[in-house]
């Protein structure tokens, strides 16, 4: 098996230590930082992802894949920097006001990471003045919005009507999941997206990029 082979092995096994090493390895044998992300560990993820929309991989599996991924970016990041490799692009992320669930915001933030996207993690039971501050501070490409209570999915509507009154929307993609939200109603209040899982919310946000 070869060395990018065995790097997507390790990252679909969840193996940290061994994702790392091996990423180490390929370094060392002279391939590319950009070969050993996008034909090893991407690789790797993209195939996770793959298991979990068939339903033989689920959280427990996709956050230690994404944790290996996470640990051998690392090792490559100083590689990648001094080759002047740009990040996939600019997400802010928050999980609206009222709600303080963050397990399904936290595996989005990670699984954007491990995408190459910039994550400002605004965390939970975030007002929408905060979100509206935060991207006229960073200029993202995405905002991503997280809410897993009934009673608190109308704060992304708020958040999306603010973004209009300060002239900002048409300058940000957005992508809302948790567990109270719907494609339907996604589509109603005006998101560019709709994510169910993490993995979809990493995918999604490379579409979106791809498109503005």
Do not use: W
């Amino acid at each position: 098996m070869k060395v990018l082979e065995q790097i997507s092995a390790s990252v679909i096994n969840g193996d940290a230590a061994g994702t790392v090493q091996l990423t180490r390895q390929a370094l060392d044998a002279g391939l590319s930082a950009d070969e050993i992300l996008n034909e090893g560990l991407i690789a790797g993820l993209s195939e996770v992802g793959r298991r979990m929309e068939s339903k033989t991989f689920f959280i427990p599996e996709v956050l230690v894949a994404a944790r290996a991924m996470k640990a051998a970016e690392d090792v490559l990041k100083p590689v990648l920097v001094s080759n002047c490799v740009k990040p996939t692009g600019r997400v802010v992320l928050a999980t609206v006001e009222g709600d303080v669930h963050d397990i399904g915001k936290n595996l989005v933030k990670l699984m954007l990471e491990c995408a190459g996207f910039e994550v400002t993690d605004l965390g939970v039971n975030v007002p929408a003045a905060s979100i509206i501050r935060a991207v006229s501070e960073t200029r993202p490409n995405i905002i991503g919005l997280s809410a897993l209570l009934t009673t608190t999915v109308v704060r992304m509507k708020e958040v999306i009507e603010d973004l209009k009154r300060n002239d900002l929307r048409s300058q940000v993609k957005i992508i809302v999941g948790g567990a109270a939200v719907t494609r339907d109603y996604a589509e109603q209040i005006g998101a560019d997206a709709y994510s169910p899982d993490c993995t979809d919310a990493a995918k999604r946000a490379k579409e979106l990029v791809q498109t503005n």
